[in-house]
């Protein structure tokens, strides 16, 4: 988890060579799970990742993952989000 003013990161792993953020999302419903992620919302994590980098530099590929979770359960992943 990396919190700064205005954002977060949920997760950050590394996945083979490649850093991996993940925003988990908790839904209620699962109609129009895109609806979760507004255009705002994809701004603020740019942001926080590009902070991220500045503060913690790597020469590997960040990608960007959002899963979404309902009650204990992943109903949904997206991998390699582009932003």
């Known amino acids: 988890n990396f919190t700064i003013r205005g954002g977060e990161l949920d997760l950050i792993m590394e996945d083979d060579n490649t850093l991996v953020v993940v925003e988990v999302k908790v839904v209620n419903y699962m109609d129009n799970l895109h609806n979760y992620i507004t255009p705002k919302k994809l701004m603020t994590l740019q942001k926080s990742i590009q902070i991220y980098l500045w503060k913690y ?27």
Do not use: A, S
Not at 58 to 81: A, C, H, M, S, W
């Open 57 to 83: 530099p790597t020469n590997k590929p960040v990608r960007l993952d959002i899963v979404f979770v309902k009650g204990n359960e992943i109903v949904q992943t997206y991998e390699n989000v582009e932003i």
